[in-house]
């Protein structure tokens, strides 16, 4: 069975820096694909990043890296404003025989206080 745990939110004042991790596991995790998302009080979840593309509003600020022993995408967040405060959820995209099959982890909260 495959899961996805995200860790590391919290308070931070703005100009602060977070890091959060997400571990999966499970059957051949070290080939996911894996992405940071995240969810503002009535927004849509949007896209933040993955290890080849992030999105124009983190660019410069966020740096994701991962570590395939650990089966753990990183997520580094630095400058950190308050309009980046959300729940960030992370993302592992299994594919089996042609067919890709997304989970997620439960969330975790990152408020940015001005």
């Known amino acids: 069975q495959v899961q996805v745990v995200e860790s590391g939110g919290g308070l931070v004042q703005a100009g602060g820096s977070l890091r959060l991790s997400c571990t999966a596991s499970?059957?051949?995790?070290?080939?996911?694909?894996m992405a940071w998302f995240r969810q503002a009080p009535g927004k849509e979840r949007e896209f933040v990043g993955s290890?080849?593309a992030y999105a124009d509003s983190v660019k410069g600020r966020f740096t994701i890296s991962r570590d395939n022993t650990k089966n753990t995408l990183y997520l580094q967040m630095n400058s950190l404003k308050p309009e980046d405060t959300a729940t960030y959820y992370c993302?592992?995209?299994?594919?089996?025989?042609?067919?890709?099959?997304?989970?997620w982890g439960q969330g975790t909260q990152v408020t940015v206080s001005s």
């Open positions: 499970g059957p051949t995790a070290n080939t996911y694909f």
């Open positions: 993302k592992a995209r299994r594919g089996i025989f042609g067919n890709t099959y997304d989970y």
């Open positions: 290890i080849v």
